[in-house]
């Protein structure tokens, strides 16, 4: 069961210790707190993963995206990217855009999955190596491709 978060420094505590399950430069629990408290700013969680996004004049960011190592690879990320793309088309977003390192493959292929295309490239931007833009209309669909 996915749980909604917009707010709460018990709840950016937890989501940090996971975000530092899945990333090597992990944000800490006052950087995921002062997103939630920003405009549009919320979470979906489960006991494995989250995702951070954000709503703000028809368009939707995700901000990041966690699954535990043990969890991947069993459809949880697709349903909290789902999830979060359902809430911010209640909200009136039209589209939705995020970032992921261009080295990602199991990320590509899931957002490819769920119909994103790529809009754009930013060189050096995680730790030295490139990052993809990606666009999804809102709702989302079930296919996509990069080409």
Wanted: charged share 20%; no cysteine; hydrophobic share 50%.
């Amino acid at each position: 069961m996915l749980a909604l978060f917009d707010s709460g420094k018990d709840d950016a505590a937890l989501l940090a210790a996971l975000h530092k399950t899945s990333f090597p430069d992990p944000w800490d629990a006052a950087a995921i707190e002062k997103l939630l408290a920003a405009p549009g700013g919320f979470a979906f969680f489960t006991g494995h993963g989250f995702v951070l996004a954000r709503v703000a004049g028809g368009e939707a960011e995700i901000l990041t995206l966690a699954v535990t190592p043990e969890a991947r690879g069993q459809g949880l990320g697709r349903a909290l990217l789902a999830a979060a793309a359902g809430h911010a088309s209640e909200k009136g977003a039209e589209n939705i855009f995020l970032e992921v390192g261009a080295d990602n493959p199991a990320a590509l292929a899931l957002y490819a999955g769920l119909g994103f295309a790529r809009v754009g490239q930013r060189k050096a931007y995680y730790q030295g190596k490139d990052a993809l833009v990606l666009k999804a209309g809102l709702p989302l669909s079930l296919t996509g491709d990069f080409a």
